[in-house]
């Protein structure tokens, strides 16, 4: 029923159109954002095709014998514009696992894309895998997440800082320097974790360039100097914290406040979502417990990121 193709950089147009009218899909997925760090993964994208038209898409990379879908990107999955059935999905994975041993593949694993970002609901792929994959959750990672058009009161702590903020003059500036973050972003992680963040300073300057709309840096200053920002990733139901960071100086005067009070209710308050990220370490098997209870003091609460295997 179903003709696969593995994706060359000749589908490039096909492939971005059908992103691009997806009702589960983000710009994550286009692939000049893929593409990016191509050198780290071996993609191994599938195609879809049935009566000869594009039905679905697969972003995925292969190591050894296992394909992963798309452990380069914060979500991955079966990508499903309005067409898409739950029967022909069925069918799609029933077929796609024999083709998959036949290239060698012995194991998958498989990160279905998080229902925040849908925009109609696409859980399809859920139902296939358990069904005629036999999938088993493999990890299961912890997002927080808040309904924007709520508007939950903050805890006191984040209303005193952002009272702090205010009172000592701390500006907010949307569509601000990557350069300056990337100072602290970089200090921030490597006095605390010694470590890096995942883009280097001039990857995400080259993300930014191609997504300029969704890609966008808030920082917070004081006295005309930096004490803070965040980088958010703005999809077409969720502004989602990608990076976050302060100095002494931002945690002291309310930096992150400032910045979510002017991103929540001033920039984007009709927005459906706002993800804060995850709040785990050690392959999600600990939960940082003042992390995690930073964003649960905006009204944040959970939403999974799961990961899914099954063997060939």
Same mark, same amino acid.
């Given at each position: ?13 096909? &492939? ?15 692939? +000049? ?26 972003? *995925? ?22 067409? %898409? ?20 593949? @012995? ?74 973050? &990337? ?53 077409? @139901? %969720? ?6 960071? @302060? ?7 309310? *930096? ?6 002017? %991103? ?38 959970? %939403?999974?990121?799961? @990961?899914?295997? &099954? +063997?060939?």
């Amino acid at each position: 029923m179903f003709e696969i193709r593995r994706y060359t950089p000749d589908d490039k147009a096909t &492939w971005d159109k059908y992103v691009k009218k997806a009702r589960n899909s983000t710009f994550l997925f286009l692939r +000049d954002y893929m593409d990016y760090h191509k050198d780290r993964f071996h993609d191994y994208s599938l195609m879809f095709y049935k009566d000869s038209k594009l039905y679905a898409l697969l972003p *995925a990379h292969q190591v050894d014998t296992i394909l992963y879908s798309h452990f380069g990107l914060t979500y991955g999955g079966l990508i499903m514009d309005i067409n %898409v059935t739950i029967s022909d999905t069925c069918t799609l994975f029933e077929e796609l696992n024999p083709w998959l041993k036949s290239q060698g593949f @012995t194991k998958v694993y498989y990160r279905p894309i998080p229902w925040i970002y849908h925009l109609h609901p696409a859980e399809e792929d859920l139902y296939a895998i358990f069904w005629k994959c036999k999938a088993r959750l493999s990890t299961r990672n912890i997002g927080t997440c808040i309904f924007m058009n709520q508007h939950l009161k903050w805890r006191k702590d984040h209303i005193r800082r952002l009272r702090k903020a205010k009172a000592n003059g701390v500006t907010v500036v949307r569509d601000a320097s990557l350069d300056e973050f &990337w100072e602290v972003l970089n200090a921030n992680l490597k006095e605390r974790f010694d470590a890096k963040p995942v883009h280097s300073l001039e990857e995400i300057k080259l993300l930014k360039s191609y997504f300029p709309e969704e890609i966008i840096q808030y920082n917070a200053y004081k006295d005309e100097h930096i004490i803070g920002g965040l980088t958010f990733y703005i999809t077409p @139901t %969720v502004v989602h914290g990608q990076y976050s960071s @302060t100095n002494a100086e931002g945690k002291e005067f309310g *930096a992150m406040e400032a910045i979510y009070d002017q %991103v929540m209710y001033q920039d984007y308050p009709d927005y459906p979502y706002l993800d804060f990220g995850s709040s785990t370490e050690n392959n999600c098997s600990y939960i940082n417990p003042g992390l995690i209870a930073h964003k649960e003091g905006y009204g944040g609460r959970g %939403v999974v990121y799961d @990961t899914y295997e &099954w +063997d060939l």
